[in-house]
């Protein structure tokens, strides 16, 4: 299977490359991305014979063997074995009852407790593969909102030919993101805090992505340029077997019979794992909808509903659920390429560019409304959520608790739901804690896991204790226009 660019080909690039050339080098002509030239299709027979095989079978059988990844499969194997470090090696990704109809599946039982292990983990490992047979080495930039940054960390730690910069928005993760991040002590790492939000953590690395003046410098040190973030295809890969294992899952627990269609429920910001899920009903799992969920910055809600995307007077909010405070979505721009083809999603991507606005027409939005829906909700209605599921038995971190509005509100039929639970409450214990005492004291994630812990009778995985008592190594924190510099700095 090869790759294709989502904004055409600037007759420089070339016109189709490979999956480890998409990984190694993933920003494509006029500042597009890499996409899969087809999909493969799996019919319902295909999806029956999965019912037997592992998690990582199922990968393999999904990457290896249909999407035809030019990964050998030595590496491939290693790569996927890395889910025996999940805390069910069999079952990276357990699909739990909560109600009769609803079904959460948790992404967050990888190393560091939230979902972006389940990408990263086996995409680290094929990239520094990869560089370490070509001789080469790579400086990975890798923007986070508080989850990728730990998990890029984690997996590309003291991997020969690899190098990792982490920018961080100081003051936009919780107490345990940052600390996973700036306790890291990897010889091969570097986390800097920047004075703004997310947004300007990921445009500050776009443009060195795509600025040639950056690389030329990196070149001159012999060091190639690559992303850990949704941009990359890579992760996207991994993304798509998760929501297969969902629907196996419920059948093997005969919730469902072949066939059957369900909801998904995707608490969304990148739109990657959302991608995953486009792309897996793409292939022929029998999904209804996908439906999105976002908190108050609910740009993604006015885009699915109305067409329109407009960033004009849009202000990133801070939410308790900052994962997902997001105005800039990388990946919707693989779903216009896909819906729309290249020349018009370069048209729509240029829009955004010079007017921060793009829409589509309505024609274009009944397309994109065949397979998604969206809602949002505030910080109170996640609270009263993460307080109204915990009576009845299962405590959910607050992102997760954005896919319940939609669950309540606009699932329209009948049908069985998964809800995407992308962390641990660990992560977030300060909001957890407020909603379930109905208070508004501002926690220190310290007091507010050990009072849960204690009240609630709720475990604590040994690796986010360890961060409060672990050296902190990484203090740097820049205004965005330093990032390049401190970057220079850190690998010369
Ligand atoms: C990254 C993340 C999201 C958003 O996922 P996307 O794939 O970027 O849409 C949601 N919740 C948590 C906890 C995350 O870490």
């Avoid at 091969?188 to 445009?203: E, R, T």
């Amino acid at each position: 299977m090869n790759f294709i660019e989502t904004r055409g080909n600037d007759n420089v690039k070339p016109q189709e490359v490979t999956f480890s050339q998409a990984i190694l080098s993933p920003s494509a002509s006029f500042g597009g991305l890499y996409v899969p030239k087809n999909l493969p299709i799996l019919n319902l027979n295909d999806i029956d014979k999965l019912r037997n095989l592992s998690y990582k079978e199922v990968a393999s059988f999904v990457l290896n063997g249909i999407f035809e990844i030019d990964i050998d499969k030595n590496t491939f194997d290693e790569a996927v074995g890395l889910y025996d470090k999940f805390d069910d090696s069999k079952n990276p990704a357990p699909v739990v009852k909560v109600k009769d109809d609803l079904f959460v599946s948790e992404l967050y039982h990888g190393p560091t407790r939230a979902f972006k292990d389940m990408a990263l983990q086996p995409f680290g490992h094929i990239l520094s593969t990869l560089a370490k047979k070509q001789g080469d080495n790579y400086l990975i930039l890798a923007a986070t909102s508080g989850d990728t940054g730990p998990a890029a960390l984690n997996t590309f730690k003291n991997k020969s030919n690899i190098k990792v910069g982490c920018l961080y928005p100081d003051g936009g993760t919780s107490d345990v993101q940052r600390l996973q991040m700036v306790t890291e002590d990897g010889t091969n790492l570097k986390v800097i805090g920047i004075k703004g939000n997310f947004d300007d953590a990921q445009n500050a690395l776009k443009n060195l992505l795509s600025s040639e003046s950056f690389k030329e410098e990196l070149k001159s040190l012999n060091i190639k340029l690559s992303a850990a973030n949704s941009v990359n295809f890579g992760r996207i890969i991994f993304q798509i077997v998760y929501h297969f294992w969902s629907y196996i899952e419920l059948l093997n627990q005969q919730e469902i019979t072949l066939g059957e269609k369900i909801y998904l429920i995707v608490p969304s910001g990148n739109f990657g794992n959302a991608l995953g899920a486009y792309y897996a009903k793409k292939m022929g799992l029998p999904i209804e909808k996908i439906l999105i969920a976002s908190n108050q910055n609910n740009i993604l809600t006015h885009w699915i509903n109305e067409g329109s995307y407009d960033l004009n007077n849009k202000q990133l909010i801070m939410t308790n659920s900052p994962a997902m405070d997001i105005l800039k979505s990388s990946n919707i721009e693989r779903i216009l390429f896909d819906k729309f083809g290249s020349k018009r999603t370069k048209e729509l991507m240029d829009d955004l560019n010079d007017k921060n606005c793009f829409s589509l027409d309505s024609n274009e939005l009944s397309i994109l409304r065949e397979d998604f829906d969206a809602t949002y909700c505030d910080d109170e209605y996640c609270k009263t959520t993460i307080n109204k599921y915990l009576i009845d038995g299962y405590m959910m971190d607050p992102h997760t608790a954005t896919c319940i509005k939609s669950y309540e509100t606009i699932k329209e039929k009948d049908l069985k739901v998964v809800v995407y639970s992308t962390a641990e409450w660990t992560k977030f214990s300060p909001t957890v804690l407020n909603a379930l005492k109905e208070d508004k004291v501002k926690y220190h994630d310290i007091e507010a896991l050990n009072e849960i812990e204690s009240k609630f009778n709720a475990k604590i995985p040994d690796v986010i204790k360890e961060v409060f008592s672990k050296e902190i190594i990484h203090k740097t924190v820049i205004n965005k226009e330093d990032i390049q510099k401190a970057l220079k700095d850190f690998i010369s």
